[in-house]
């Protein structure tokens, strides 16, 4: 049962474009939201989060959105360098300290 | 600033050993968590630990344990390997105390080959 879905396994855009990321959810108990990016042979790195009672959380070029009611957040990168190629993955706070993590997008920018 | 430390980086085991994976958190950190991470899926929450203790657990059967020390390092032990075990464990660490909304410093994981 998948709590966290990310749709899309990849994701190619060109450089200074805008990337958006998708994430859907099932569980309206979680409280936090969060992006984490992960380059090959590193750990994930927090990227930005949004707390389930705001719609929009900015931080430079990423831009995180939450739409409640269709239990959907999506990530905007504007504008996508090539330094943003990485795999993405969207999670979920649940009780305590557990985070549900989706499978990932590949984000590929090209130059 | 040291982060998050995992060892070993690669291992490989057959089916039905035991392996015991290391970690030790960020500096300030006194809360660890560890995730499993199979091939094209996201990390799955195995246990959390704190004050030496096990706080939380995830979906994982009892051949997986945990412990942590007084230096708040910590270990991740399974028993009777399956190949299904075979993925990246991932450990995370995060300062107790304040508003938790979700931010882990993950390391770089290690990476079991179960055979």
């Known amino acids: 049962d998948q709590q966290v879905k990310q749709n899309s396994p990849s994701l190619s855009v060109q450089e200074g474009r805008i990337s958006i990321l998708n994430c859907d959810y099932t569980?309206?108990?979680?409280?936090?939201f969060l992006w984490y990016k992960k380059y090959p042979a590193e750990g994930p790195t927090f990227l930005i989060s949004?707390?389930?009672?705001?719609d929009k959380n900015e931080d430079g070029r990423f831009t995180v959105f939450l739409n409640k009611s269709a239990k959907h957040l999506s990530l905007h990168i504007v504008p996508s360098q090539p330094g943003d190629s990485a795999v993405y993955f969207c999670a979920a706070r649940e009780y305590g300290n557990k985070l549900v993590f989706g499978a990932g997008t590949i984000l590929r920018v090209k130059s | 600033d040291a982060g998050v430390t995992q060892s070993p980086t690669h291992l490989i085991k057959t089916r039905g050993q035991q392996v015991t994976l290391r970690c030790s958190p960020k500096?300030?950190?006194?809360?660890v968590s560890w995730y499993q991470q199979a091939l094209g899926q996201g990390p799955q929450f195995i246990f959390q630990?704190?004050?030496?203790?096990?706080?939380q657990r995830g979906n994982f059967p009892d051949r997986f344990s945990g412990h942590q020390f007084p230096n708040y390092s910590s270990e991740l032990n399974v028993n009777a390997l399956l190949l299904g075990d075979s993925a990246l464990y991932l450990c995370?660490?995060?300062?107790?105390?304040?508003?938790?909304?979700?931010?882990?410093?993950f390391g770089e994981g290690s990476r079991l080959t179960v055979l």
């Open positions: 995370a660490s995060r300062e107790t105390g304040g508003a938790y909304t979700g931010e882990l410093f």
């Open positions: 630990y704190y004050e030496e203790e096990e706080r």
């Open positions: 569980n309206s108990m979680f409280d936090y």
């Open positions: 500096s300030g950190h006194d809360t």
């Open positions: 949004i707390s389930s009672i705001k």
